[in-house]
């Protein structure tokens, strides 16, 4: 098989090596110097298509998605009205099917304590998730101010050409750069970001049972101090330092316990009470686009600008 090929290539190439040939003669035919100048310019051009000094495989990969990424931001942004719409009737469904049919039957079974004790934790918990998803859904998730020079950047977005804080990344759905973004989740509109962390756990705690899986992926995420994005972020540079002899340390990481009281916005200990276990619209510590740690932390990394 290989030998039939070299005999059929093996003339074209002869071909080819004597118009190239041809070429540098001036003795020519135009039409045949036009010829060899086109076949050169094309592999000139092939090979500027080809060639890119930043390229690898994630630019591989980007290319790839881009038809993914034009479904993404022309159809799926639409679908965070759907979902909103249908969290909101599977939610008032789950309600009106516990006072129609739960709690005739509760209330000819149960005990006095045991009825009191259901119909405190039931209804506490409907509130938390009632405020906690109105707030999640109506926060802004943050946005990098835009025409100021006095804040510290980190890059400068290829998307919006704007400059970009640290931990901040675009949003392709939302079109534009969010603070200390996680991802862009349909059932709360906005990116997930740094300000509607706080405003989070108790609606992403009572739907835990059926999303079991990614509450504890997040509780990974939460403990380590590090979002979705920063957590492929680190994992390269990690690869990359150790391949050097190096260990990489994540700025970010507070050690879990801080991490934790950081995520939910604990300061002191009333807050256990006031912001987590009570239904709370406070805003988590910082701006967004500096990330000095919280006064209260005890232990941490050197303060250095990282993506």
Not at 102 to 124: A, D, K
Not at 149 to 160: F, G, L, P, R
């Amino acid at each position: 098989m290989r030998g039939q090929r070299s005999l059929l290539l093996g003339p074209a190439r002869l071909c080819l090596r004597l118009l190239l040939l041809l070429g540098y003669r001036r003795r020519c035919p135009p039409l045949l110097r036009g010829l060899v100048q086109r076949w050169r310019y094309g592999k000139v051009c092939l090979r500027s298509l080809l060639y890119n000094s930043f390229g690898g495989s994630d630019t591989a990969v980007d290319a790839a998605f881009e038809p993914v990424y034009w479904l993404v931001d022309n159809v799926i942004r639409w679908f965070g009205v759907v979902f909103v719409v249908l969290v909101i009737v599977l939610t008032g469904s789950i309600v009106a099917i516990a006072y129609l049919c739960v709690l005739p039957l509760i209330l000819r079974t149960y005990s006095v304590p045991r009825l009191c004790w259901h119909f405190f934790y039931s209804h506490w918990n409907l509130i938390l998730i009632v405020f906690h998803y109105y707030q999640a859904i109506t926060t802004p998730p943050g946005y990098p101010p835009q025409g100021r020079n006095d804040i510290a950047t980190v890059s400068i977005c290829k998307k919006c050409i704007y400059p970009k804080p640290a931990r901040t990344h675009h949003c392709s759905i939302c079109n534009r750069c969010v603070l200390k973004m996680d991802h862009h989740c349909h059932i709360l509109p906005p990116a997930l970001s740094k300000l509607p962390t706080s405003l989070r756990p108790s609606f992403l705690s009572s739907v835990a049972l059926a999303l079991g899986a990614l509450t504890v992926w997040h509780a990974v995420l939460i403990s380590r101090g590090e979002t979705s994005i920063e957590r492929h972020i680190n994992k390269k540079e990690r690869r990359r330092l150790q391949a050097k002899g190096r260990v990489f340390t994540n700025p970010y990481n507070y050690g879990c316990l801080d991490n934790w009281k950081v995520f939910l916005g604990v300061d002191t200990g009333r807050h256990w009470l006031t912001r987590v276990l009570l239904p709370s619209s406070h805003l988590p510590h910082g701006n967004g686009m500096s990330w000095e740690p919280p006064p209260w932390v005890t232990a941490h990394s050197a303060s250095v600008m990282a993506v």
